[in-house]
């Protein structure tokens, strides 16, 4: 079975001692294919590294995540759309990402965090790229930002879904969008079992976003991209199907979204 891992942050310090052997474990339980989000302008050379040293393994992302959206913004952003312009290793970026609103840990700034939003999406219009969106106890004013910006040239997915199900009727409301499913449908209290059910096969996908959130029996533990085969037990479970047909599913369904016809023809 084939495997993609549609957002993790492999590049991140947690895995500088084992980063390789990481890699290795993921070619063992065939993810094949990874996405790293960008998320400030301190982890764009991390990301770089990382498609240059996997070209064939690893696709980048470029954004603002709207955690890093401090004091200083507008020009950290602008660095950021530099990085977008130029290109990216020998691949192009698959996407705009991550980015969104976060009300967990600061509300203070949610203006800032909608209009670094609003401009990011921007971004994804222009290029005709799809983007990738983090949200946190934020839903109502998430929604408030893409009802405004939504139309035919909009598209993306919600990574780490974990609202309930109005929350994802709403998001697959819009023409094309997914849900991003990862650790947390593994969780007991996770809520996703009283979901998936009703979502479509057809608007999944898959990730991790390791080295948090890692599946059952890892939770607690640094999270990577090798468990995406776990999560995708997890969805077969609670969606009735086999977990090869999860697997071609989701991996059809980020192919189509990011544009990653090539790999799926390799």
């Not at 609003?118 to 983090?134: T, Y």
């Not at 709403?170 to 996703?192: A, C, F």
Request: glycine letters at 10%; one cysteine or more.
């Amino acid at each position: 079975m084939k495997w993609i891992d549609t957002h993790t942050h492999l590049y991140q310090p947690a895995f500088d001692g084992d980063r390789q052997e990481a890699m290795a474990r993921c070619a063992e339980a065939g993810v094949d294919l990874l996405l790293l989000p960008n998320i400030d302008v301190e982890s764009i050379p991390r990301v770089h590294d990382m498609m240059a040293t996997w070209p064939d393994r690893c696709r980048g992302m470029m954004g603002l995540h709207p955690c890093h959206v401090g004091e200083g913004w507008e020009s950290e952003l602008a660095a950021i759309e530099v990085a977008l312009n130029a290109p990216a290793v020998d691949s192009p970026w698959v996407a705009v990402g991550e980015v969104g609103l976060d009300l967990h840990w600061d509300t203070s700034n949610l203006e800032a965090q909608q209009e670094a939003l609003r401009i990011q999406l921007g971004w994804a219009k222009d290029r005709g790229l799809p983007v990738v969106i983090h949200v946190r106890k934020a839903f109502e004013e998430l929604f408030d930002v893409l009802d405004e910006a939504m139309d035919d040239r909009l598209t993306g997915v919600v990574h780490c879904f974990t609202g309930g199900l109005d929350e994802a009727r709403h998001i697959l409301d819009y023409p094309g969008w997914m849900l991003g499913i990862g650790g947390v449908s593994t969780y007991k209290n996770g809520g996703l079992d009283k979901v998936l059910p009703h979502v479509p096969m057809e608007r999944i996908i898959l990730e991790t976003d390791s080295p948090y959130l890692s599946p059952v029996p890892h939770r607690g533990n640094r999270n990577e991209s090798s468990y995406v085969p776990l999560v995708g037990q997890r969805v077969a479970d609670l969606t009735g199907l086999s977990v090869e047909d999860v697997a071609q599913q989701t991996t059809a369904n980020a192919v189509k979204l990011f544009g990653l016809q090539s790999h799926l023809e390799g």
